[in-house]
Nanobody, 125 residues
Framework: QVQLVESGGGSVQPGESLKLSCATS????????IGWFRQAPGKEREGVSC????????FYADSVKGRFTISRDKAKNTVYLQMNSLKPEDTGVYYC??????????????????WGRGTQVTVSS
């Protein structure tokens, strides 16, 4: 069974950085996509970034392009989200999710099969 556990959230000031981790387990083949999503208070959940397991192909939402970097460490079965130049509007609960099977570049949450419980990120002065 696929399991995802997020960590690394916290409270920072605008302009600072955080690195989130998504520890994964249970994959039987190297054909999945890991996505990062976030949900701000009172707003719908939105996709932030995703990465393919096979070749590391990445995709970013326009709102984070140039500030966030997604990466993976296959040996550690972990996907990271490096977040730089954080803004108050980046505040929210950050979730990692997995899509198993056909790898496609998507941030449509209904296309993801497994979800972690989330980690809180707060950006405030």
């Amino acid at each position: 069974q696929v399991q995802l556990v997020e960590s690394g959230g916290g409270s920072v000031q605008p302009g600072e950085s955080l690195k989130l981790s998504c520890a994964t387990s249970g994959f039987t083949e190297d054909n999945y996509v890991i996505g990062w999503f976030r949900q701000a208070p009172g707003k719908e959940r939105e996709g932030v970034s995703c990465i393919w397991s096979s070749d590391g192909n990445t995709f970013y939402a326009d709102s984070v392009k140039g500030r966030f970097t997604i990466s993976r460490d296959k040996a550690k079965n972990t996907v990271y989200l490096q977040m730089n130049s954080l803004k108050p509007e980046d505040t929210g609960v950050y979730y990692c999710a997995a899509r198993v099977g056909v790898q496609i570049t998507t941030l449509r949450e209904h296309l993801y099969d497994y979800w972690g419980r989330g980690t809180q990120v707060t950006v405030s002065s």
